[in-house]
């Protein structure tokens, strides 16, 4: 009875605001905020999910607005127009950082890149200038009319706290009643799950969809609550029974390919934004020849994620898994995870030292942290050198070049494992800023050197390049690092008894010019993560193999090249090598290629294919992300570990 008299008073108080006098000034204020939402939603429409007319958002979007309005409403004249200016300036940020962000990476701002913060700062100024003019020109429109309405806003003379209840009152009810227009949630977690509003909505893992479902401030505010608030939640039983169930202590199948290359030392080349379209003769000469004697994987598939996937592909190398996709953590926050079966801890048992290095400091992406936990030796970066006075670091040529690098590389007394991270083909691309500065200068110093027969200090490069032309030379960089890196170990008759795993960490999404992309990738949906994969050793065969590869399948495949036993079930991917590998890559909005069928987002496959067929490895593809995701929430490693603690 008290709840009826409670909702007809409020319902009473809502009918008298409606007929007030200010009630248009009232409407009048919410509009910047509605408008940023709304032109959040234009610029944003690439994300083809929903219907821009979905109820669910535009109620969010005016329910904050109204919280906003009526927290400011409910005090003084002063302290009103101060309270709704920091409402503004709150709400403008998320909308320059949402679409700034989405231009540069069709991604919506996720919370949990603020811990990429120091090392997306250095690229800042590059974003701003890719983001659409008309960007700007809205942010100017809603400007405009927020100085109209913060001299306009109507005040009292005096606090009124008992509006300031009404407003949070209406607002949680409402809050609570808009969700259901999103309708049920499925009540288990189906190959198929993401299509639902109401489990995208519960979930909130995929940043385009949660965004697309709900709005700039529903979407924002829920991102940060569970991002920083929201605890981890216990393990599920249900999870653990089923990893107990896909953990089955399986051997990997011997092969042609079983030990052909043991004890040899191994370098991992992870190659940054190498796309497939630059390894020619002409662009990249030492990393094609090197590909074309090699055992070549040419329907290989880059996992792409917004956030940080260069280390994504640093992750799933080295321990097998994926950043998760069923639910929202970044890869480098499993810090704290055991990785008991890891690449660096399998090869130490084997008698190798195992080392990473890279142009960056360990502090980035935590990896001083992460490559221990993976059992690494040592992460190397130049950058904690301190030796450069200037950003020559960013070079590939210095991992080789660099004396300390080359003295860790090379002159190792026993086996080693080298795990190599290339950064010079990385944003941005222009001749007067990064990496194509430093080349074209070096260019430009030799150059008058030679002619004057004497050194000179470094001088802005004179010719303008496109933007293609600056990827180009930066992959020539690259590609001097691999010459400099086969001839050091042929100077340290390390030559033929050195594996060489090379493949790009992602395709070149950074660009800014898409038309690039247009030209050489010449496809729309996910399988533009077409990138480089090859094993090279010296006296290895050419063989090209067409199934269908990803990050997922590195690991398992080299151990079994090297000859290390491993269980084969302790890994989401196969070895690609193994005859009863079909082949197979999934990406993190469901859909999936096998080489003959892709199955979109949507479910639906490219050309005509069995709809049990797609069933079965819709289904399957679950499996894997099940398995991949749950591995990593439970910490699973560390349950083996204890399970058989307790057996012993």
Known sequence: ????????????????????????????????????????????????????????????????????????????KKIARILYTIFFVFSFILFLVNNVYFQ?????????????????????????KATSIWVYLCALLIIAVFVLC???????????????????????????????????????????????????YNNFNDSNKSFRITGIYEYSFRNFYLTFIAKEKKDDESQLEFLSTAFTFEEN???????????KNLIFLQLEGIDNWLVTKETMPNLYSLMSHSINFTNHY????????????????????????????????????????????????????????????????????????????NYYGLKDLKTYRDNSYQLDRELILNETFYDLMFKQNSKFVNYLITYSVHTPFAPDRGVCKLILNEKDKEKKAEALGKEIEYESPVYEYTEEECIKIQAGETDYMIGLLIQALKDNNLYDNTVI???????????????????????????????PLFIWQSKIKKKTITKVTSQLNILPTVLNLMGIKFNKTFYTGEDALNKNYSGIAFFNDYSWYDGKIYVD???????????????????????????????????YFKVIAKNKKDQD
């Open 601 to 635: 987002s949507n479910g639906i496959a490219d050309n005509k294919a069995d709809s049990q067929l797609i069933s079965d490895k819709s289904e399957y593809v679950n499996y894997l992300i099940k398995k991949n995701d749950w591995t990593l929430k439970n910490d």
């Open 253 to 263: 199948e011997k092969n042609e390919y079983t030990g052909i290359f043991k004890d």
């Open 150 to 200: 913060v001299i306009k806003i109507p005040t009292k003379e005096e606090n009124n706290y008992s509006k300031l209840l009404y407003f949070i009152m209406i607002f949680v009810i409402l809050h609570l009643l808009i969700p259901l227009s999103l309708g049920k949630a499925n009540s288990t977690l189906s190959w198929d799950t993401w299509r639902n509003y109401r489990n995208v």
């Open 1 to 76: 009875m008290k709840f009826k008299l409670l909702i007809k008073h409020l319902w009473k108080r809502l009918i008298e605001t409606i007929k007030s006098k200010n009630f248009y000034l009232i409407i009048l204020s919410s509009l910047p905020f509605i408008a940023m939402d709304f032109f959040t939603r234009i610029f944003t429409n690439k994300i083809d999910f929903t219907s821009f007319f979905l109820f669910a958002p535009g109620a969010f979007t005016i329910l904050w607005s109204f919280l906003f309005i009526g927290i400011s409403l409910s005090f003084k």
């Open 302 to 377: 880059s996992y792409y994620n917004g956030g940080g996937s260069t280390f994504n592909s640093e992750f799933a190398v080295n321990t097998g898994y994926l950043t998760p996709i069923s639910y929202t953590k970044n890869a480098y926050s499993f810090n704290n995870n055991t990785f008991t079966y890891s690449m660096a801890r399998l090869f130490k048992n084997e008698g190798y030292s195992v080392n990473a290095f890279h142009m960056n400091s360990g502090e980035y992406y935590s990896r001083n942290i992460n490559y221990k936990s993976w059992g690494y030796d």
């Open 501 to 531: 795993v090379a493949y790009a960490d992602h395709y070149l999404y950074t660009v800014s010019d898409k038309t690039i992309l247009e030209q050489y990738k010449n496809t729309t949906n996910n399988l533009i993560n077409h990138t």
């Open 104 to 128: 540069l990476t069709e991604k919506i701002f996720d919370f949990h890149l603020l811990e990429l913060a120091s090392e997306g700062s250095a690229y800042f100024l590059d974003a701003l």
